[in-house]
Nanobody, 124 residues
Framework: QVQLVESGGGLVQAGGSLRLSCAAS????????MGWFRQAPGKEREFVAV????????YYADSVKGRFTIARDNAKTTVYLQMNSLNGEDTAVYYC?????????????????WGQGTQVTVSS
């Protein structure tokens, strides 16, 4: 099993930045990709970004491209989501998740382990 713990969420003003972290533990050798998803109140969970575990490939949702950056700390089993130029539409609970293959990484169903989520609130 893989355990995931997110951190770094909080309240930020529009235009500001936050960096989320997702620390993985347990059977990390089974991880091929780590993705970030988010879910706003009353909305379905949506894909944000994904990184291949070795850091060689990334992919972003159009809504965050150019504003968010996903990266992995090679010295640690931690993936970061740097979020810049935040706006109200970014308000959501953010989840990290892992999958054993690249596949179609924008589809939440292919992820097998999920963190508990961290709240991001952007005030105007």
């Amino acid at each position: 099993q893989v355990q995931l713990v997110e951190s770094g969420g909080g309240l930020v003003q529009a235009g500001g930045s936050l960096r989320l972290s997702c620390a993985a533990s347990g059977r990390t050798s089974s991880i091929y990709v780590m993705g970030w998803f988010r879910q706003a109140p009353g909305k379905e969970r949506e894909f944000v970004a994904v990184i291949r575990w070795n850091g060689s490939r990334t992919y972003y949702a159009d809504s965050v491209k150019g504003r968010f950056t996903i990266a992995r700390d090679n010295a640690k089993t931690t993936v970061y989501l740097q979020m810049n130029s935040l706006n109200g539409e970014d308000t959501a609970v953010y989840y990290c998740a892992t999958a054993p293959a690249w596949g179609r990484p924008w589809i939440s169903g292919q992820y097998d382990y999920w963190g508990q989520g961290t709240q991001v609130t952007v005030s105007s």
